[in-house]
């Protein structure tokens, strides 16, 4: 019976610390997504500099920018939301709050982005809302 009871209790451990570890499923899955997301957002970036014509634009939009400054927009707020997707992988806990406000911030981007690449800024859109809920459902450091 002590055996049964200590085989319990180093199984409850040994879940806790898979989902609390360095590792956590949640921290990795948004630092996956957060680069995945980062890198999309780069090569819209460049499409958007490179040929305005790629995208049909929309006419008497009340954001209207330039394509070029859209373009330069993207490719910023990509390599910020990779760079953070990878603090991520290194453990950083920094990382976390830089991720979920970088995430915010492409989720605006991508939103002012709808007229002229719908689907994918709502793919993008999507992304980003799970990332914020990953890095927010994701155990603490403290609980480690």
Do not use: K
């Amino acid at each position: 019976m002590t055996s049964h009871g200590s085989g319990a209790s180093s199984g409850a451990a040994a879940r806790s610390s898979e989902r609390t570890g360095i590792g956590s499923g949640w921290l990795v899955f948004a630092a996956v997504l957060m680069v995945f997301g980062g890198l999309m957002m780069i090569f819209d970036g460049i499409a958007a500099i490179a040929e305005d014509d790629v995208f049909v634009t929309t006419r008497n939009y009340a954001y209207a920018f330039d394509l070029t400054s859209w373009g330069w927009i993207h490719l910023i707020v990509g390599v910020v939301v990779t760079l953070a997707g990878a603090a991520l992988f290194q453990g950083a806990t920094w990382a976390r709050v830089v991720g979920v406000a970088v995430a915010g911030l492409a989720m605006l981007a991508n939103f002012l982005w709808l007229p002229y690449a719908p689907f994918w800024a709502i793919v993008l859109i999507a992304i980003n809302a799970v990332v914020i809920w990953a890095l927010c459902t994701a155990p603490r450091p403290s609980e480690r």
